[in-house]
């Protein structure tokens, strides 16, 4: 066995304090001295990969047993017919899985009118007799709501789903996926937020959409994916005041990995800080930007993809773990605190048998030395650092994500 020598944290903003450079193996991770308030789970986009679904519920039983709650963003089903929303809870039904599980409403929920028979796609014959009504219907009758959007609460924490309240495609045959939210949810959004607001205006308000923001976390910057929601700008105009969002987007599938997987999306004329958006990726396959132009191509892992979210809640601070059930582990984690973000530092390791990096990713870069002239790890040709060096390394950040804290690692001979 490789021997490891120690990482050393190096400036972590920790709930406000900032941790002088120690030993990791004395170190304290100041969220652990406080009390955990709460801790719950997100994922989306089952889309009938049900054998993923029994593994999440399994690791999640497994890694995170306190946990309160499971979040499932949309795209429960592949199609939305009624078996199958009665197959996602037969999984449910031979699982350990939270007390409370929770569903927003996604654009697969509403592909039963694309198919003759559930053998049979045929598009060009949509809707095949199924009504608008029933689709809707199915879904309330599995999730046990009356509406697309809903509230709940734990611990005085609010969980806030909104959804889409019709499937355009019966109302405009130009139209697909869009979504259409009434003037009345958006009241009860914005009534919500104020709520909540008086009551402690730093708690954390998480909410919930299947859909993804313009210009907010992976993939929103290009097709298909700059255009989800017909009146976005409504929307916006009502999260952009309340910096303890924590807005939860899903439906592209893409990798938790990526340097822009949750960020701050800020609005002109609201809350400088902004609020959080995070991405969910996906359960049932991985996918990626085809380049450029945009499009979308499936990832290496295909198939084999799933990551979710798990949270941590600590009075008014929360830290979100990206979660890889493929290979169950943490990829990153992100701490949240008066509004502001921070990417906490890697778990990254010196070897001093080969001098290199260990667990350090495509998605991370590396300074030796000193914090300056940041460079791409690369691991199909990783650097060596031979002698007593000191080596600087944090996750990347890109479009509304800063580049993360950095882990200070020290290689010894």
Do not use: C
Not at 204 to 223: K, M, T, Y
Not at 229 to 250: A, G, M, T
Not at 262 to 281: E, M, Q, S, Y
Request: proline content about 6%.
């Amino acid at each position: 066995m490789k021997k490891m020598v120690s990482s050393i944290a190096a400036s972590a903003i920790l709930l406000g304090g900032i941790l002088p450079v120690v030993d990791s193996a004395h170190a304290k991770d100041k969220f652990s001295e406080k009390k955990m308030t709460m801790t719950f789970d997100v994922i989306s986009d089952i889309q009938g990969d049900l054998q993923d679904f029994d593994h999440v519920l399994q690791d999640i039983n497994e890694e995170n047993p306190k946990s309160e709650a499971l979040i499932i963003n949309g795209d429960i089903t592949p199609r939305g017919y009624d078996f199958e929303y009665e197959a996602v809870q037969d999984v449910l039904d031979n699982n350990p899985h939270p007390e409370n599980v929770w569903y927003s409403i996604g654009n697969h929920e509403f592909y039963v009118p694309k198919w003759k028979n559930p053998q049979t796609l045929a598009q060009s014959s949509w809707p095949n007799g199924t009504t608008e009504e029933e689709l809707f219907d199915n879904f309330y009758q599995f999730s046990g709501e009356d509406k697309v959007y809903h509230q709940k609460e734990i611990n005085g924490y609010p969980f806030l789903f909104l959804g889409t309240e019709k499937y355009m495609k019966y109302h405009d045959p130009k139209l697909w996926d869009e979504v259409y939210m009434s003037d009345e949810q958006l009241d009860w959004l914005k009534d919500n937020l104020k709520h909540y607001s008086k009551q402690d205006k730093n708690k954390p308000i998480f909410v919930f959409s299947h859909h993804v923001l313009p210009d907010s976390v992976s993939g929103s910057r290009q097709n298909p994916y700059k255009n989800d929601y017909l009146d976005v700008d409504k929307l916006l105009d009502i999260l952009k005041d309340y910096p303890q969002v924590v807005f939860f987007s899903s439906h592209t599938h893409w990798d938790l990995n990526l340097p822009d997987w949750a960020g701050k999306k800020k609005v002109k004329g609201g809350d400088k800080r902004g609020f959080t958006v995070v991405n969910t990726a996906g359960i049932e396959k991985g996918w990626m930007s085809a380049g450029p132009d945009g499009g979308e191509k499936v990832t290496p892992d295909g198939g084999a993809f799933k990551q979710g979210l798990r949270l941590q809640v600590y009075g008014n601070d929360v830290v979100i773990q990206a979660y890889d059930y493929q290979h169950d582990k943490v990829i990153k984690k992100l701490s949240i605190r008066n509004g502001k973000i921070e990417q906490l530092p890697p778990d990254v390791q010196a070897d001093d048998d080969d001098n290199v990096l260990v667990n350090a990713t495509q998605y991370m870069e590396y300074a030796v030395g000193k914090q300056k002239n940041w460079r791409d790890f690369d691991p199909e040709n990783p650097p060596t650092f031979p002698g007593n060096q000191v080596v600087y390394v944090r996750h990347k950040g890109e479009m509304n994500l800063e580049a993360g804290t950095p882990l200070m690692v020290k290689f010894k001979k």
